[in-house]
């Protein structure tokens, strides 16, 4: 038997007690080890379980999913065929308005139609009103129009036989009349020659006044056998400058001219169709005329113009529509005239001033009327009172 020495026995006892403090911790690892074995066991059971529930959850979500994707595509459809149909309510909703603006529009024609057909009936009651009316006018122009002719068959009847009285009327002025005023004018030229020694003042003052109421005299018998010769010549018509006819007149003028330190201008003159004897005494007596009533106080500055127009372009009832006419302007710078006298000036005799401020019988402008009717034309004047005045001669092209 082998001694074991006291410190030995201490270390081993130790030993066996730190076996078995090791036994019982092994023991109570092992028991915790079995423990959580079990429970290792019953949270594999548990998990497992847990699988086969979420798997049923899953094939259950899954499903839901497919519903819902199902429940998703019918909406989809359902929008689309909502939507569609709304589309459609619209399109029906505008095409309603339309058609309701369209009618509303129509109600508006059938009121503007109706009021513009109330108009039209009253302008045709108003019209067949005026149409009766002017049928009773008529039938009243007409009987007016029968009076006036048989007033014209008696002034025609009454004109030729003062045509006759006139042509008996020319005869005497041209030789039993001139005849004594010529003796008149001699004997008094005689005596004022050979016994002017032997006259008192008064006598040669008196005699010199018979002299001038002879040359008077003369004058108007001279002016009414021209107005007499226009009244009765034969119209011949002849395609004339008119540049030549103003020149013949400014020659036969040339004195009078020079004392009124006149000038006389002549532009644009287009040839016309003119009884040339006739129109060249019509521009004598207008350019005579205008250097007569010149302002003394200025030279006299007379303007003659002409050129062609269309009479339809004209105010003017002695003129034929639409037909072209050459127009002629004589315009001066002179004494003019009050616009009331325009249409007084072309008649016989008509004088505006006293013989002792102008010479003259009162026939010049007359005979320039008388001369423009024998070219089947008119003229007119226009003036003011110390603004000249205007002639407007229109005659055929």
């Known amino acids: 038997m082998i001694a074991i020495k006291k410190s030995d026995e201490d270390e081993l006892t130790v030993a066996y007690k730190e076996i078995a403090i090791q036994k019982e911790e092994n023991e109570k690892l092992l028991a915790a080890l079995k423990i959580a074995k079990n429970e290792l066991a019953f949270q594999i059971e548990e998990k497992g379980k847990r699988a086969e529930e979420l798997s049923i959850a899953n094939k259950e979500l899954v499903f839901q999913n497919d519903e819902k994707e199902k429940r998703a595509a019918e909406l989809t459809i359902a929008n689309k065929e909502l939507a569609f149909q709304n589309n459609e309510k619209e399109k029906r909703a505008a095409e309603l308005t339309i058609a309701n603006k369209e009618l509303a529009f129509q109600n508006d024609e059938k009121e503007k139609r109706a009021a513009e057909l109330t108009i039209a009936n009253k302008e045709l009651a108003f019209q067949n009103e005026e149409k009766e009316k002017r049928a009773a006018e008529l039938g009243i122009a007409n009987k007016e129009l029968a009076f006036q002719n048989e007033e014209k068959e008696k002034r025609a009847a009454e004109l030729i036989i003062a045509n006759k009285e006139l042509l008996a009327f020319t ?46 005299m003369q004058q108007l018998i ?138 003259g019988t009162g026939i010049g402008l007359a005979i320039v009327k008388k001369i423009a009717e024998n070219h089947n034309g008119t003229i007119t004047a226009t003036s003011e009172l110390n603004k000249g005045a205007q002639f407007d001669i229109y005659i055929p092209a």
């Not at 008149?184 to 002017?196: A, D, H, M, S």
């Not at 009414?224 to 006819?245: C, G, H, M, Q, V």
């Not at 006419?325 to 315009?331: A, D, L, N, P, S």
């Open 171 to 216: 005869y005497i002025s041209s030789h039993d009349l001139q005849e004594p005023l010529r003796k008149i004018q001699t004997f008094v030229t005689i005596l004022l020659e050979n016994e002017n020694e032997n006259l008192s003042e008064s006598g040669k003052n008196n005699f010199q006044r018979m002299q001038l109421a002879a040359g008077r």
């Open 222 to 359: 001279d002016d009414l056998l021209a107005f007499s010769r226009i009244s009765t010549t034969e119209l011949t018509l002849e395609k004339t400058d008119l540049n030549k006819i103003i020149e013949e007149v400014k020659t036969e003028l040339r004195d009078t001219i020079q004392e009124k330190q006149a000038t006389i201008e002549a532009t644009e003159l287009c040839p016309a169709n003119i009884i040339v004897f006739q129109f060249r005494q019509l521009m004598y007596n207008l350019i005579s005329n205008a250097l007569k009533f010149s302002n003394p106080a200025i030279p006299a500055h007379i303007i003659v113009k002409s050129r062609i127009v269309k009479v339809s372009k004209l105010n003017n009832e002695n003129l034929s529509p639409e037909k072209n006419y050459c127009y002629i302007t004589v315009k001066d710078n002179g004494i003019g005239f009050e616009p009331h006298f325009s249409e007084r000036i072309f008649e016989v005799f008509q004088k505006l001033h006293g013989k002792d401020e102008y010479a």
